[in-house]
């Protein structure tokens, strides 16, 4: 851990002088849009790290600017951080994040400060040892001609989108550019939509860069992340950080490469205020750095490759596999109509058994996808068609057999499963539409010798994907269970069968991304299979065979589906083709909360006549927290306008600028 000064103010004293600053708050209590003042006796470095008081507590902040005095009372600053302060292009991307994505200053600065506001008093640095910076060829294969051809184009600064198909081997191109960038005496950055995911690619990278590489998410303690956070602050020497979207804002002086993998993932998107686009952010970053932005994925945004071929911005493609193999890949779609095909079980085919079945003979996984949690997700009445409903969110109760209780997913309600329904009485409660822990024990009696093995974000911290990731490769279980968290990034060896329960489940959602995020979940999962280990088998269940969506992306059509999608989007007014921004308000009733969207949308109507206001309609999730919502869809060709929109909002009202779904 680096050394850090504590340095109380009282200790502060240079011929009785006295320095006023501007301090960025670093709070997400602080709601006003401006830096504050402060005074001290010491000379502080612009950008450094602060402790400040703010009403009756003390938190952190960031040195902005120093000012002359002002011509009121300030206070002093208690304790400065006398390390390197922030690199300038942290400030700058924090006054463009405030205007960018609007929200309260200090929610903002949040983004860019340590995890605690507890500044540790340690003597001594401890920086991490100088490792080779060149890439190791005993731990890495040698490039393909493909991925030579990758690094050679990503040269320059600038935003590249890579587009490499499943088991084309984009994570050796990051690790060779990484190395070139450390070998230049810059860091790079390597971003994953989850946490999860983080573990192939670090245990990748340290074998090449050793100590090095930094890993940082929210799994790690308070402690830990408050120490790597320092480390950084403190240390000059290249190095490779790798986490989630929140890593970002890793406080790295000079920054030459940041890696989106996964780039069209939803998880790159803060669901809170401020409501930003890490692929958004990451371009910002790099611009202000003079950095490369590389966007890798083998199912790009819709928006990324629009945008890509808008700007002429380089797409690098990547179409063969690392690990060529003559072995054939085959493709099999069930018809879900058809009972005749689920004679063992009503909720997998007689195909997809017997092909699971196969590969346990011959020491083959396999893996069955369904992006459903639970036993079941809707649970009912046959005699009245009474459901089980949640009091806070009037959303459908999942069902959980393990616990054998019902569970709201959006607020966390709890409760047990009723023996009657509680309207007739009738002691026959139907389950619908099931979840991964049916599958699961549906496969567990079908199967009674296998070693299955579930995983979704219901699992517990010892059950989760990244604990065993390494058990998996070797053959650990022989059926897995998960939803899409299995689809993104798992390279199984022994994996030899895909089965997915149910194709159609997301394309049912009423949103604009329902085909975009269909055929990404689909395409990533059967990806999983065909990277050249082995010979495999996928096997589709669906209610629309032909549907164009799960056609497109089972057998990797990206060109077909994207030109297909684009057209629907512009004829409807989506994006890329327009921004987007969604209002929602809450009310203690229906009727109040459709009053003042109405309301609102008449507002904007006349003081916003260049916009399209859709709405007012019930929001997707009708009621959140008691309260019932509604909401607005405004739609504009200039973003600007949206941001004027949201700083005038009346009070109530939540916003979310550039959402990735109208959910």
């Given at each position: 851990?680096p050394e850090?000064?504590?340095?109380?103010?009282?200790?502060?004293?240079?011929l009785?002088?006295?320095?006023?600053?501007?301090?960025?708050?670093?709070?997400?209590?602080?709601?006003g849009?401006e830096?504050?003042?402060?005074?001290s006796e010491?000379?502080?470095?612009?950008?450094?790290?602060?402790?400040?008081?703010?009403?009756?507590?003390?938190?952190?902040g960031?040195?902005?600017?120093a000012?002359?005095k002002?011509?009121?009372?300030?206070?002093?600053i208690?304790?400065?951080?006398l390390?390197?302060?922030?690199?300038?292009q942290?400030?700058?991307?924090?006054k463009?994040?405030?205007?960018?994505?609007?929200?309260?200053?200090?929610?903002?600065?949040?983004?860019f400060?340590?995890?605690?506001?507890?500044?540790?008093?340690?003597?001594?640095?401890?920086?991490k040892?100088?490792?080779?910076?060149?890439?190791a060829?005993?731990?890495?294969?040698?490039?393909?001609?493909?991925?030579?051809?990758?690094?050679?184009?990503?040269?320059?600064?600038?935003?590249?989108?890579?587009?490499?198909?499943?088991?084309?081997?984009?994570?050796?191109?990051?690790?060779?550019?990484?190395?070139?960038?450390?070998?230049?005496?810059?860091?790079?950055?390597?971003?994953?939509?989850?946490?999860?995911l983080?573990?192939?690619?670090?245990?990748?990278?340290?074998q090449?860069?050793?100590?090095?590489?930094?890993?940082?998410?929210?799994?790690?303690?308070?402690?830990?992340?408050?120490?790597?956070?320092y480390e950084?602050?403190a240390?000059p020497?290249?190095?490779?950080v790798?986490g989630?979207?929140?890593?970002?804002?890793s406080?790295?002086?000079n920054?030459?490469?940041?890696?989106?993998?996964e780039?069209?993932?939803g998880?790159?998107?803060?669901?809170?205020?401020?409501?930003?686009?890490?692929?958004?952010?990451?371009a910002?970053?790099?611009?202000?750095?003079?950095?490369?932005?590389?966007?890798?994925?083998?199912?790009?945004?819709i928006e990324?490759?629009?945008?890509?071929?808008?700007?002429?911005?380089?797409?690098?493609?990547?179409?063969?596999l690392a690990?060529?193999?003559?072995?054939?890949?085959?493709?099999i779609t069930?018809?879900?109509r058809k009972?005749d095909?689920?004679?063992?079980?009503?909720?997998?085919s007689?195909?997809?058994?017997?092909?699971?079945?196969?590969?346990?003979q011959?020491g083959?996984?396999?893996?069955v996808?369904?992006?459903?949690?639970?036993?079941?997700n809707?649970v009912?009445c046959?005699v009245?068609?009474?459901?089980?409903l949640?009091?806070?969110?009037?959303?459908t109760?999942t069902?959980?057999?393990?616990?054998?209780e019902?569970?709201?997913?959006?607020?966390?309600?709890?409760?047990?499963l009723?023996?009657?329904?509680?309207?007739?009485?009738?002691?026959?409660?139907?389950?619908?539409?099931?979840?991964?822990?049916?599958i699961?024990?549906?496969?567990?009696?079908?199967?009674?010798s296998?070693?299955?093995?579930?995983?979704?974000?219901?699992?517990?911290?010892?059950e989760?994907?990244?604990q065993?990731?390494?058990?998996?490769?070797?053959?650990?279980?022989?059926i897995?269970?998960g939803?899409?968290?299995?689809?993104?990034?798992?390279?199984?060896?022994?994996l030899?069968?895909?089965?997915?329960?149910?194709?159609?489940?997301?394309?049912?959602?009423p949103?604009?991304?329902?085909?975009?995020?269909?055929?990404?979940?689909?395409?990533?999962v059967?990806?999983?299979?065909?990277?050249?280990?082995?010979?495999?088998?996928?096997?589709v269940?669906?209610?629309?065979?032909?549907?164009?969506?799960?056609?497109?992306?089972?057998h990797?059509?990206?060109?077909?589906?994207?030109?297909?999608e684009l057209?629907?989007?512009?004829?409807?007014?989506?994006?890329?083709?327009?921004?987007?921004?969604?209002?929602?308000?809450l009310?203690?009733?229906?009727?109040?909360a459709e009053?003042a969207?109405?309301?609102?949308?008449?507002?904007?109507?006349t003081?916003?006549?260049?916009?399209?206001?859709?709405?007012?309609?019930p929001?997707?999730h009708?009621?959140?927290?008691?309260k019932?919502?509604?909401?607005?869809?405004?739609?504009?060709?200039r973003?600007?306008?949206?941001?004027?929109?949201?700083?005038a909002l009346?009070s109530?009202?939540?916003?979310?600028?550039?959402?990735?779904?109208?959910?």
């Amino acid at each position: 851990m680096p050394e850090v000064w504590h340095i109380p103010y009282q200790t502060y004293s240079i011929l009785n002088s006295m320095y006023y600053y501007e301090v960025l708050v670093a709070t997400q209590a602080y709601h006003g849009q401006e830096a504050l003042t402060y005074c001290s006796e010491a000379k502080l470095n612009i950008g450094g790290l602060v402790k400040v008081p703010l009403r009756a507590r003390s938190v952190l902040g960031l040195v902005l600017r120093a000012v002359v005095k002002p011509d009121f009372e300030t206070k002093p600053i208690i304790t400065a951080v006398l390390l390197s302060s922030l690199p300038p292009q942290h400030l700058e991307l924090i006054k463009w994040l405030h205007a960018y994505y609007p929200a309260p200053l200090g929610a903002v600065v949040r983004l860019f400060v340590p995890p605690s506001d507890v500044i540790p008093k340690i003597t001594g640095i401890k920086t991490k040892s100088s490792t080779t910076l060149s890439v190791a060829p005993t731990y890495l294969p040698p490039l393909t001609t493909e991925q030579a051809n990758a690094v050679t184009v990503i040269r320059s600064p600038g935003t590249f989108l890579l587009h490499g198909i499943t088991g084309s081997g984009k994570s050796r191109v990051y690790v060779e550019l990484a190395a070139r960038t450390l070998a230049g005496g810059k860091s790079a950055l390597i971003l994953t939509p989850e946490i999860g995911l983080t573990a192939q690619l670090t245990a990748t990278f340290r074998q090449i860069f050793s100590e090095r590489v930094y890993v940082l998410h929210s799994q790690l303690t308070t402690v830990e992340r408050r120490s790597i956070y320092y480390e950084l602050l403190a240390s000059p020497k290249p190095c490779v950080v790798i986490g989630p979207r929140s890593a970002l804002f890793s406080p790295l002086h000079n920054l030459g490469l940041i890696v989106l993998d996964e780039a069209h993932d939803g998880a790159y998107k803060n669901e809170s205020a401020p409501h930003y686009q890490a692929s958004r952010v990451a371009a910002k970053l790099a611009e202000l750095h003079g950095a490369t932005l590389v966007l890798g994925s083998a199912t790009p945004a819709i928006e990324d490759y629009y945008l890509a071929a808008a700007k002429n911005r380089p797409v690098v493609a990547m179409h063969e596999l690392a690990k060529q193999s003559d072995r054939d890949i085959q493709i099999i779609t069930v018809d879900l109509r058809k009972p005749d095909q689920f004679s063992r079980n009503p909720l997998l085919s007689n195909t997809l058994l017997d092909h699971i079945a196969t590969a346990m003979q011959g020491g083959e996984q396999s893996l069955v996808y369904l992006n459903r949690r639970g036993t079941a997700n809707v649970v009912l009445c046959n005699v009245c068609g009474w459901q089980s409903l949640c009091p806070n969110c009037d959303l459908t109760l999942t069902y959980h057999g393990d616990a054998h209780e019902l569970r709201c997913h959006v607020c966390d309600f709890r409760t047990t499963l009723p023996s009657d329904c509680p309207v007739c009485g009738n002691t026959e409660i139907l389950f619908k539409s099931v979840g991964t822990k049916a599958i699961a024990s549906a496969l567990a009696k079908l199967f009674p010798s296998a070693r299955i093995q579930r995983f979704d974000t219901d699992a517990k911290k010892a059950e989760r994907l990244e604990q065993h990731l390494d058990d998996l490769a070797a053959g650990s279980a022989d059926i897995i269970v998960g939803t899409q968290m299995v689809g993104k990034g798992l390279d199984l060896p022994k994996l030899a069968v895909v089965g997915v329960v149910n194709a159609d489940s997301s394309l049912l959602l009423p949103d604009y991304t329902a085909a975009e995020r269909t055929y990404q979940l689909l395409a990533q999962v059967v990806g999983r299979v065909g990277r050249g280990h082995r010979a495999g088998s996928v096997i589709v269940q669906t209610y629309d065979p032909e549907n164009v969506t799960i056609q497109t992306a089972i057998h990797h059509r990206w060109q077909e589906f994207y030109d297909t999608e684009l057209s629907e989007r512009k004829t409807f007014k989506f994006p890329p083709f327009v921004y987007l921004l969604k209002l929602q308000v809450l009310r203690s009733t229906s009727q109040s909360a459709e009053k003042a969207a109405s309301e609102l949308a008449a507002i904007l109507a006349t003081q916003h006549p260049e916009v399209t206001v859709e709405g007012p309609a019930p929001s997707f999730h009708p009621r959140e927290r008691g309260k019932y919502s509604w909401q607005l869809l405004i739609k504009s060709p200039r973003r600007s306008a949206l941001v004027g929109i949201i700083t005038a909002l009346p009070s109530g009202w939540s916003y979310d600028i550039d959402p990735i779904n109208l959910l």
